[in-house]
């Protein structure tokens, strides 16, 4: 092994553009026996660790209180740092988030109970039909495809339909506790960490 080699891991961290012959005796005499002037150095610049990727959920309900309760669940588990939460009150409000690639979500839960637009800017009845369009149009769509989607609705006959329309998981309304949507997060936020798209 080389002087230069073996006195590289002792030396201290210099600033970059400072020739070993700009230095004076002083300095010098600090470091090990056989370094000089013509000693050449090897600086290693720390890398600066960034801080992991967040999981973006985002939940869509026309029910205030349904989103502010799925908001709440993660942050009295204390998992803001992990989770970005995004709301959609509506089909429209959540289409214009799935517009925009730096918006997208990793995760959704999904209400299927909504008010649908009409073509004349009216609305219809709420009707399980706005959940099911989005739900279609996620799994339909190359670039949405790999958004896992729970659906989290008051009607349980529907779960084999969203199911055969490619969500990734159902819960019923007021028959699940918090710790069965972190389950359900937690598994699927690990399956879009192992594929890359966290």
């Not at 660790?49 to 985002?58: H, V």
């Not at 029910?63 to 998992?79: A, P, Q």
């Not at 999904?110 to 706005?130: C, F, H, I, N, V």
Request: net charge negative; hydrophobic share 35%.
């Amino acid at each position: 092994m080389s002087v230069a080699s073996d006195l590289s891991s002792q030396i201290p961290s210099i600033k970059k553009g400072i020739p070993t012959s700009c230095w004076p005796d002083a300095l010098l005499a600090k470091y090990p026996p056989g370094f000089t002037h013509e000693t050449p150095i090897m600086i290693t610049e720390e890398k600066s660790s960034s801080p992991p990727k967040k999981c973006r959920l985002l939940i869509v309900d026309d029910s205030e209180m349904i989103r502010i309760y799925f908001r709440d669940i993660f942050w009295i588990h204390g998992l803001n740092d992990r989770y970005d939460i995004m709301m959609a009150d509506s089909p429209e409000a959540a289409d214009k988030i799935l517009s925009d690639p730096n918006q997208l979500p990793d995760i959704i839960f999904l209400d299927l109970t909504m008010p649908l637009r009409s073509k004349d800017g009216q609305y219809y009845k709420e009707t399980p039909q706005a959940g099911l369009e989005i739900l279609k149009k996620i799994k339909t769509s190359p670039d949405l495809k790999h958004i896992k989607v729970i659906i989290f609705s008051g009607l349980p006959d529907f779960k084999h339909i969203v199911e055969d329309l490619g969500a990734d998981g159902y819960l019923v309304k007021g028959d699940n506790l918090p710790q069965d949507v972190l389950r359900y997060v937690e598994e699927l936020s690990a399956k879009s960490k192992s594929s890359g798209h966290i």
